[in-house]
């Protein structure tokens, strides 16, 4: 099994840990990939769901590790692999003045990548009929693990420390959606500011499309290097039913703010996140791909993780046959484009951890 199959079956199936607190800690709840631990294969660094139900399942079992760090992966008794943990960072031991522990305002994500959200509240999370049905934003603020609003201040205090400190190499700044016509690239844009002044770290906004398409240009001159704009689901009927409030944006939208977004960022330089197996044919999610690489937007297409305490959380995970069907063609189709996760200068494209698509690009060189 090559190291891209094997990627794609345990981000889909999970993982079983011999010992849960080995390595670095897990994540629970809160906006993006949660229920994960950061796991390194071969030279890849990659987020694994642990806390989920179809991890519990897992035929993939992760012993502890060894003195030298390295843990083997057995697959119904056989090893398949051997793996790392990234480290724990060094400045989640640090506290602001006021006493707010630095991993409550930004986390590590994968080894080296920055993330937060700056607003831990979200008009659609608050209303039942709106929200969106996989996301936990609220789940970290309720467990006391996170605070409300980062202010620009803090972001960049904790910004500056991770890269002296931990060798941060770029930062995600996503937000829930606020009140507001310009769908939190507002505050994308003062936080950025921030931290561009305080420290030279590429930086990837993500907010639904601004009404107005200058807030594009405007997020880009306060340092935002590259924007993800997710439209999480590719058709109608599924968007309605995962997502209601969210899909009150039509995708037609989404499209119009993209090409816009593209003339300002390059191509390649804005990216989507769309979650595979939430109901979604193969086939729809790489029609749509293929607009996406059109004009210039990179696919980001992951397998859907039910987190638990979700409205979604029993909801089955996708096959790793099911993800091999896109990520396959879709690795081409991005080369072919003209586009690769390595010329992404920050975020979730140029990650990579949740999802086995990078390692597909390779297939086909261009």
Known sequence: MSNSDLINEMQ????????????????????????HK???????????????????????VVGEPDAAGVSRVL???????????????????????????YSH???????????TTVLQTCIRYE??????????????????????????????????????????EHMVLTTGTPPGSDRGAAVLAESARAIKAAVNLPIQGQCEPPDDDAWHQRMADAGIDTLGMHIEAVTPEVRARIMPGKASVPLSKYFSSFEAAVKVFGRGQVSTYILAGLGDSAEAILEISQKLCAIGVYPFVVP?????GTPLESHPAPSAAFMASILRP??????????????????????????ALSTYEKFKVA
């Open 105 to 115: 305002i930004a986390t590590l994500h994968s080894r080296n990548v920055l993330a």
């Open 330 to 355: 879709l690795g081409e189709m991005i080369v072919a484009a003209g586009m690769r996760s390595e010329e992404i200068k920050a975020g979730c494209g140029r990650c990579g951890a949740c999802s």
């Open 75 to 101: 697959r119904d008794g056989a090893e398949v692999a051997e793996v790392r943990f990234p480290g724990r960072p060094r400045f989640y031991d640090l506290k602001t003045a006021d006493g707010i522990p």
């Open 304 to 308: 859907f993780v039910p987190i638990s």
């Open 127 to 168: 209303s039942r009929k709106k929200t969106c049905q996989f996301c936990a934003i609220g789940q970290s603020l309720s467990a006391g693990r996170t605070i409300a609003h980062k202010t620009p201040e803090q972001l960049a205090e904790v910004a500056k420390a991770a890269v002296e400190l931990d060798g941060i």
């Open 38 to 60: 950061a796991v390194i294969v071969g030279d890849k660094t990659v987020m694994i769901p642990v806390h989920t139900a179809p991890a519990f399942e897992s035929p993939f």
């Open 12 to 35: 889909t199936r999970g993982v079983r840990l011999i010992n849960p607190r080995a390595g670095h800690e897990s994540r629970r709840g809160g906006a993006g990939p949660s229920d």
